[in-house]
């Protein structure tokens, strides 16, 4: 991640209650739902990039109104399986640690915990595969205005706003690039260094030993420690009703073009048009040295035009994000026009590796059986001295998080 991007990331108002924010919602009336559009393009030099778009997913069966988006990367590394299961067992998990019976603001805040525990047990399920193949993750919901991204590895989704601000939803795992990581791998029991040839001569990006990974959190590299993670970073952040655009890209794409390159490049075009665009500027730019997968999401208002407009006037970055700062410009100079008033607010924002700080200390007690619900796989167990405390897990959902955090052999390698 660049200076630059790092500075957008801390510059980022304080966090909005969701209670506050859908009140407010209510009382202004904007309680129509955006328009999604969506376009993806693809050039594959392995074949190991897959996507997952599910725009009409409902999270009450049969009722239009509870329907909210699903789009999703993953680029798989020493092979294609991780990067399948992911795709086709990922969305169930994290669905699966959601209560039951919840309302749209009671779901949209056990969101980050659920996407939290959907990508551990994935993890989990995978290893127990024996297979050794990996994959990054950038897994985005979109509830009318609120956009939820989790993410391990280096693929990458942005958001560019009517504003002209473009800011990065997720953070790069990189261990060349994040110190933080480097640190907490080698507190765990890894080591960090670079590729040793003929001669002792140090080569290529920083890796995590045993292994020789150059990325620090993944689902499935069964061939590396336990302190490579699943645990994903999580942001979620509600729009104004001007809307925004999504550009989610494997590292093909991150790797040739700037994240504000990639905004500028294919502003003003259809989602469709501008994914196959961005795809072309990072061949051009680079060649195709990697696979390279890019999707693009308009997130519309209702009843405006399909097509994003290229800001007129780039907006100050800090300005642009403080709540409650009204811009003058075309957009609310009449009645009923769109408001870019606090154009992006921050609703949740936690990056730690932790497992007990990401799923809190609540015990989910079933109250007819007398069992604990383990806050990972979602299975029932019965109270005895093996299971942790809080969060309640089961024994093997324990032991994996004791192995994440180094205090224990490797799981399952």
């Known amino acids: ?7 957008k990331m801390k510059t980022m108002p304080p966090l909005v209650p ?4 859908i009140g407010r919602e209510l009382r202004h009336g904007n309680v129509e739902k955006p328009t999604i559009n969506y376009g993806q393009a693809a050039l594959a030099k392995k074949g190991e990039d897959y996507f997952l778009i599910k725009p009409d997913f409902l999270r009450v069966p049969e009722d ?7 789009f999703a990367i993953f680029d798989g590394h020493n092979g294609i399986s991780a990067a399948i ?13 959601i209560p039951q019976g919840c309302d749209r603001e009671e779901w949209l805040q056990a969101l980050p915990r659920a996407l939290v525990a959907g990508f551990v047990k994935t993890d989990i399920e995978f290893q127990q595969k024996g297979e050794t193949s990996g994959t990054t993750v950038t897994f985005v919901v979109i509830d009318g205005w609120t956009i939820t991204v989790a993410s391990v590895g280096d693929s990458r989704c942005i958001l560019d706003t009517q504003t002209g601000v473009v800011s990065l939803l ?43 990974l150059c990325l620090s959190r993944s689902i499935g590299d069964t061939d590396v420690g336990e302190f490579i993670v699943p645990i994903p970073h999580v942001k979620q952040v509600k729009l104004s009703n001007c809307g925004g655009r999504l550009i989610i890209a494997s590292d093909g794409i991150w790797d040739a073009l700037s ?5 500028q490049c294919c502003r003003g075009l259809p989602a469709e048009l501008a994914a196959k665009l961005v795809v072309k500027e990072a061949l051009r730019s680079r060649g195709l040295k990697d696979d390279t997968t890019c999707v693009v999401v308009d997130i519309i208002p209702y009843g405006y035009p399909a097509i994003p407009q290229t800001p007129k006037k780039k907006q100050n970055l800090l300005t642009s994000l403080i709540p409650g700062k009204r811009f003058h410009n075309s957009l609310n100079k009449e009645p009923n026009k769109l408001s870019a008033v606090g154009t992006v607010e921050e609703l949740f924002e936690e990056g730690s590796a932790m497992l007990a700080e990401r ?28 299971l942790s405390v809080g969060p309640m897990l089961c024994l093997k959902c324990s032991r994996k998080k004791d192995a994440m ?3 224990r052999a490797n799981v399952g390698h």
């Open 85 to 97: 299961f992911a795709k086709e067992n990922l969305l169930n998990n994290i669905l699966s640690a």
């Open 405 to 407: 955090e180094g205090k």
């Open 359 to 386: 799923l809190g200390k609540d015990l989910a007690l079933n109250s007819n059986s007398g069992t604990f619900r383990c806050a990972v796989c979602q299975g029932n167990e019965a109270p005895n001295d093996d």
């Open 1 to 7: 991640m660049s200076e630059k991007e790092t500075m």
């Open 259 to 263: 994240s504000d390159m990639a905004a």
């Open 64 to 70: 239009p109104s509870t329907s909210f988006s699903v």
């Open 18 to 21: 969701l209670g506050t924010l």
């Open 170 to 212: 997720t953070v790069d795992h990189r261990l060349e690039e994040n110190v933080e990581e480097r640190e907490r791998v080698t507190a765990s029991g890894g080591e960090v260094g670079r590729l040793n040839i003929f001669g002792g001569n140090e080569v290529g990006p920083l890796r995590c030993w045993p292994g020789g």
